[in-house]
């Protein structure tokens, strides 16, 4: 086999991989993650009630189907390799409403769903939780909004400066911002998605309620190593630039690496839950 012909296969293979990654978390995240966003989100804001329980489950089954067929549009365009990341009126609105969808329903019923899923949710603290999920939805929708005007922004500048987000949004500021929507979103809201989605399905049900909670409880745990390993590499991108995510890193690296972000955790995650005690 000529050279050409093995970096033609290795290539086709990692985009093979690079595709199952992607879309078993979209999956999770984006479909089932829809649906249980409707779900929870309605129940959270008292819409959903036992007069209304149908209604809302066929609200929630028309939202996962919406986004499973946006998910077969999106496995279509990776695979011909369009790009539809260009500014436009039309392009604003399909981002935002998915948004809208997933990260501010999302985020509340990602609380409301992984606190039941964790049994921190019972009878005596509902309303605790209704309200904690009703202030992360807040939280987020005035994330949702920045953002709009943020792709505003970025899109029109990057027709004139493609490294424009890279050069003037600093990165810390990035890292911070993505992964505590990220931990909410990604990893609660996995097992919220399961937990939600299941119950939309009428999977779950009084005699398969602790299996469902294993399975949505398993699936939080395997997004939170997905969680540390983007961080991983997020912050090895920071700290050696894109083309380190290409090479082993050296022992010097990773000893560097982990004395920094050991003092970084106790330092700035432990120090500030202990300074707000």
């Known amino acids: ?21 992607i879309f078993l978390a979209r999956l999770v995240l984006e479909v089932f993650g829809g649906g249980g966003a409707i779900w929870g989100f309605s129940e959270v804001i008292t819409f959903r009630n036992p007069s209304t329980q149908e209604v809302w489950r066929r609200n ?16 279509l365009d990776f695979v011909q390799h369009k790009n539809r990341d260009t500014f436009s009126p039309i392009r604003l609105i399909q981002v935002f409403l998915a948004k809208i969808v997933l990260e501010v329903f999302g985020a509340a019923g990602a609380i409301w769903g992984f606190s039941e899923a964790l049994t921190l949710r019972v009878a005596k603290t509902n309303e605790f939780y209704r309200w904690f999920a009703v202030v ?12 709009i005007s943020d792709f505003v922004r970025i899109t029109m500048k990057k027709k004139n400066d493609e490294s424009y987000e890279e050069k003037y949004v600093p990165c810390w500021t990035r890292f911070y911002q993505i992964f505590a929507a990220k931990l909410v979103l990604e990893v609660f809201g996995a097992a ?26 398993t699936v939080g745990a395997l997004f939170f190593i997905r969680y540390g390993l983007q961080m991983k590499d997020y912050i090895i991108k920071i700290r050696f630039g894109k083309e380190a995510l290409l090479l082993p890193l050296t022992n010097e690296q990773w000893i560097r690496l982990i004395q920094v972000y050991s003092a970084k955790l106790v330092l700035e995650v432990f120090g500030g839950g202990g300074a707000v005690w």
């Open 1 to 21: 086999m000529t050279e050409n012909n093995k970096n033609g296969t290795t290539s086709t293979r990692t985009n093979h991989q690079r595709m199952v990654q």
């Open 192 to 217: 919220g998605a399961i937990w939600g989605f299941s119950e939309v399905l009428t999977l779950r049900r009084a005699s398969t309620q602790e299996e469902w909670r294993f399975r949505a409880l």
């Open 136 to 147: 992360v939805g807040v939280i987020f929708f005035i994330r949702y909004l920045l953002q």
């Open 60 to 75: 929630a089954q028309i939202v996962g189907a919406i986004f499973f067929i946006r998910f077969l549009l999106q496995m």
